[in-house]
DNA sequence: GGGCAGGTTTGCGCTGGCGCAAACCGTTGC
DNA sequence: GCAACGGTTTGCGCCAGCGCAAACCTGCCC
């Protein structure tokens, strides 16, 4: 599993990170990558652990999870491939603040401390792209925080399921699926909510015909309807 | 209140975004900067104004809280003296997600979305402090999102209250004094409450002579105490 | 094909903390 | 000195949603 995989290019062209820089920075970018396949549930880092990395998903999913001093966990965020992550430690103060776990099996890239910091020296657009995407995510993460403080459960799982299809949702024949398989808890540790509440409004919107429901992957008919529950305002 | 104070070098120098660079690139800064003096209430960008640009703070103090689509504001963060506000949208969608509001008259430095870009591409240190200050808030505002999800209101109070001393503590004789004027409202959205769960929690903390709240000043004299509300176990 | 394990649904009771409303207090300005 | 205003405290009632527990479903493995 820490064997190195042939690679093509377009694979790292791809991540978020190296969006429009030039192919000589691409091959630099190349050259450098450890490149891994993991199975499915394989913890790929834990909160806490030193020794960090940059690290951007290829193919596959994960779940990256920080659990509160008590037992509790909150879902921060799913990754879909082309996107980044763990690398706010690399920023801060060298530790994880949450753990990321595959949930299915999946091909993930990662560069060390040292050599992204390389990489930014070298091609300033790098780091420019470091800003827009943590940028992106501060943003993401500020209107969340403003959601869990100010709205009902409802309107939260709402609003969680429709970032999912914004971030993962491929249209099929059936409505918007998205492509992360997911259990009840994960979507109520996404929304800041129990696994019976979770459990309770997903059941009452398949029942509504808004979605569907099989086999933790979810499939979205009514994304309509979804909007207008996450838009009612607290009456 | 648009005219340019007369400024000495050091208070832009002591902007974390400017630490540790040349004293070349600090002129640079200092050319480019637009320094106003406000009176204190005065609104510096509203949420959703375009136009952003990226302020500092020199002297003084701002409320950044957002609102949601309902009433309901949160707190965002509370600026001190030395520290950046307004960035996240330079790096996103150009429109500021949240109010700035001085909480005191303040001094305030600040930089046009091309000017920054410019600062950063002419001075790579500037580009890497920007991405230590956002990663820095990331990591902070994951916290604050992972508080609000598990515990209880007084744990979340406890944690207000002490990331305020950590960021703006002064030590007095009497304790350590939070340099921020602070109303019950300010207390309660910054924690993720209401007015008067704040108002009931404060009252008993000071009832208890573990604080002393006088005239939206807060001084915190035993904050053991409080520190072990914020780590108390969900029981 | 049968059993097992992990995931889901659902009922029921309870309580934290929110909402409302009214009184209170301290500052400020006239 | 008085009035007005912004902020604070406090009592009371209520309900959203959590906690617990038990049954149920479904895919997987032996």
């Not at 920075?25 to 909160?47: G, H, K, S, W, Y």
């Not at 103060?93 to 595959?102: E, F, L, N, S, W």
């Not at 790098?126 to 993401?140: D, F, P």
């Not at 919107?205 to 086999?215: D, I, P, Q, T």
Request: aromatic share 6%; proline share 4%.
């Amino acid at each position: 599993m820490t064997a190195n995989d042939r690679l093509a290019p377009q694979a790292l062209a791809s991540l978020e990170l190296f969006q429009d820089i030039s192919p000589a920075a691409l091959d630099d970018v190349m050259t450098l990558a450890r490149v891994r396949r993991l199975p499915r549930e394989t913890r790929i880092f834990d909160q806490g652990d030193t020794g960090v990395r940059a690290h951007g998903l290829i193919e596959g999913s994960v779940r990256i999870a920080q659990s509160g001093s008590d037992g509790a966990q909150i879902v921060m965020r799913f990754i879909a491939p082309g996107e980044m992550f763990g690398t706010v430690p690399l920023f801060t103060d060298g530790r994880y603040p949450a753990d990321a776990i595959t949930l299915t099996e999946s091909l993930e890239a990662s560069w060390s401390e040292a050599e992204l910091f390389e990489l930014m020296g070298r091609y300033p657009p790098i780091a420019i792209n470091v800003i827009r995407v943590i940028g992106k995510r501060l943003q993401e993460v500020q209107d969340r925080l403003c959601e869990v403080s100010t709205q009902r459960v409802e309107q939260r799982v709402a609003r969680a399921v429709l970032r999912l299809v914004r971030q993962a949702g491929h249209d099929t024949r059936d409505g918007t699926a998205i492509e992360f398989p997911l259990r009840r808890r994960d979507v109520a540790d996404f929304s800041g909510t129990t696994l019976h509440s979770a459990s309770r409004i997903l059941t009452a919107w398949e029942k509504a015909g808004w979605l569907v429901s099989r086999n933790q992957r979810l499939t979205i008919r009514k994304p309509f309807e979804i909007q207008r529950i996450a838009e009612a305002s607290a009456n």
